[in-house]
């Protein structure tokens, strides 16, 4: 199906962050090459509706990635520095110090 200029069509919007109406200002092959969301009115390239990949899942890849090639990603960081925290107030006892 040939898409023509000013067509409304749908796309995924990073601005607006879903997908939006979009007018399509440029054609490639009959094809929707540039849209302008009917939202922001800001311009970009056609992505076929499919929203780009965020940060958070590139984020899992590289996670995913460091445990396939044998690297331990730090997740245990969190639960060490909670422990230390309980340490501190362990021996932060009111009470000993004024003993001394
Ligand atoms: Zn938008």
Redesign the pocket.
């Known amino acids: 199906m040939d898409a023509r200029l000013g067509d409304v069509i749908d796309d995924f919007?990073?601005?607006?962050r879903r997908l939006?109406n979009h007018s399509v200002v440029s054609l490639l092959n009959g094809a929707a090459a540039k849209v302008r969301?009917?939202?922001?009115?800001?311009d970009h390239d056609y992505r076929n509706e499919q929203a780009p990949p965020s940060k958070k899942d590139l984020k899992k890849a590289e996670l995913f990635n460091a445990v396939l090639s044998g690297v331990a990603p730090p997740p245990a960081a969190s639960e060490e520095t909670a422990a230390g925290t309980d340490s501190k107030k362990a021996g932060k006892k009111p009470g000993k110090r004024a003993e001394v």
């Open positions: 919007c990073v601005k607006c939006t969301c009917r939202t922001c009115y800001s």
